[in-house]
C-alpha cells in the first residue's frame, strides 16, 4: 500500500485547509485510514481517522469540532478537512494506513504505511 498525501501550505490563523490522501496498491475493503502531525520537537500526536467500510470516525482533542474527515471509496482518497486553524496546528501532517478496519487506534504504531507528510503553516 502506498500513501500520496497533498494540500498542505501557509495559511492565516482563522483560514481553513483541506489535505487528502490517496491511497494505491492493496488496499482490501475494511481499514482505517488516519491523520497524525508532528510539530518541532513533538511528539507525532494522533488528529483524525476514519473506517473505510462504515465511515466511522475518531478526532484528537485539539482539533475535535474544528476538523473533520471524509472519504470517497472511488477514488480512494481520504481528506482532512481543517477549519479555523491555529498557529498550534502548525506542523507535518501524515497520513497513514491501518489494516484494524473496524477499530480505530490512536496509535502510531498500529499503523503499517505512512505518506511522505505535507507542511502546514498557520501564521498569527
Known amino acids: 500500500v502506498q500513501l500520496q498525501a497533498s494540500g498542505g501550505g501557509l495559511v492565516q490563523a482563522g483560514d481553513s485547509l483541506r489535505l487528502s490522501c490517496v491511497a494505491s496498491?492493496?488496499?482490501?475493503?475494511?481499514?482505517?485510514v488516519g491523520w497524525f502531525r508532528q510539530a518541532p520537537e513533538k511528539e507525532r500526536e494522533f488528529v483524525a481517522a476514519?473506517?473505510?467500510?462504515?465511515?466511522?470516525?475518531a478526532f484528537g482533542d485539539s482539533v475535535k469540532g474544528r476538523f473533520t474527515i471524509s472519504r470517497d471509496d472511488a477514488k480512494k482518497m481520504a481528506t482532512l478537512q481543517m477549519y479555523r486553524l491555529k498557529p498550534e496546528d502548525t506542523a507535518v501532517y501524515y497520513c497513514?494506513?491501518?489494516?484494524?478496519?473496524?477499530?480505530?487506534?490512536?496509535?502510531?504504531?498500529?499503523?503499517?504505511?505512512w505518506g511522505q507528510g505535507t507542511q502546514v503553516t498557520v501564521s498569527s
Open positions: 497513514a494506513f491501518s489494516y484494524s478496519g473496524h477499530y480505530i487506534s490512536r496509535d502510531a504504531g498500529r499503523y503499517a504505511h
Open positions: 496498491g492493496r488496499t482490501s475493503s475494511s481499514y482505517v
Open positions: 476514519i473506517t473505510w467500510r462504515s465511515g466511522d470516525t
